[in-house]
T-cell receptor, first 112, second 113 residues
Framework: KQEVTQIPAALSVPEGENLVLNCSFT??????LQWFRQDPGKGLTSLLL?????REQTSGRLNASLDKSSGRSTLYIAASQPGDSATYLC???????????FGAGTILRVKS | DAGITQSPRHKVTETGTPVTLRCHQT?????MYWYRQDPGHGLRLIHY???????DKGEVSDGYSVSRSKTEDFLLTLESATSSQTSVYFC????????????FGPGTRLTVL
């Protein structure tokens, strides 16, 4: 059974700092990995999707990498801003199904 | 915007009553999903659909049923609501043309008293 772990569970940083969020998964037979953002009381917003054949994806100040063999992904946020404060979730889709398995998320607070 | 709406957005009901939540999409995606989100448990899959009248169970399907009679609508029914079903419910679609990226609706907050 696939398990997804996110570390740290919470992170507080000053504005302007570069930061890394970590995601690990136990079964490397994945089709893709997706990073989401969730603001309090809101739905999930898709940030980046990395297919299993890819190593990284970039969108603006966000860069996500994938090392399938070691079961790890990182989300790098450059020059963090207070508006980046949210919960960040990673999820993987296995090769043998059409379902996402989610991590518990990292709660990020960027202080001004 | 993936064109996903959920109704109602908030609902308070009593134990033992039936409840139906609706998810509507505008882009004719084949796959639709229902998740629940609870503190300490994260997002968990309840049921999903891979076409009209084609559905399958997820991780936490007990006490829930689903129906999909049209491509655009996916209904989640709690036959007899219990307090343990108090949660936030999210609907999602899967976009095969975008690497199977999933997009989520705004959620329904359900309280069972």
């Amino acid at each position: 059974k696939q398990e997804v772990t996110q570390i740290p569970a919470a992170l507080s940083v000053p504005e302007g700092e570069n930061l890394v969020l970590n995601c690990s998964f136990t079964d490397s037979a994945i089709y893709n990995l997706q990073w989401f953002r969730q603001d309090p009381g809101k739905g999930l917003t898709s940030l980046l999707l990395i297919q299993s054949s890819q190593r990284e994806q970039t969108s603006g100040r966000l860069n996500a990498s994938l090392d399938k063999s070691s079961g790890r992904s990182t989300l790098y946020i450059a020059a963090s801003q207070p508006g980046d404060s949210a919960t960040y979730l990673c999820a993987v889709e296995g090769m043998n199904g059409n379902k996402l398995v989610f991590g518990a998320g990292t709660i990020l607070r960027v202080k001004s | 915007d993936a064109g996903i709406t959920q109704s109602p957005r908030h609902k308070v009901t009593e134990t033992g009553t039936p409840v139906t939540l609706r998810c509507h999409q505008t882009e004719n995606h084949r796959y639709m999903y229902w998740y629940r989100q609870d503190p300490g448990h994260g997002l968990r899959l309840i049921h999903y659909s891979y076409g009209v009248k084609d559905t399958d169970k997820g991780e936490v399907s007990d006490g829930y049923s689903v129906s999909r009679s049209k491509t655009e609508d996916f209904l989640l029914t709690l036959e007899s609501a219990t307090s343990s079903q108090t949660s936030v419910y999210f609907c999602a679609i899967r976009a095969p043309g975008q690497g199977n990226e999933q997009f989520f609706g705004p959620g329904t907050r359900l309280t069972v008293l």
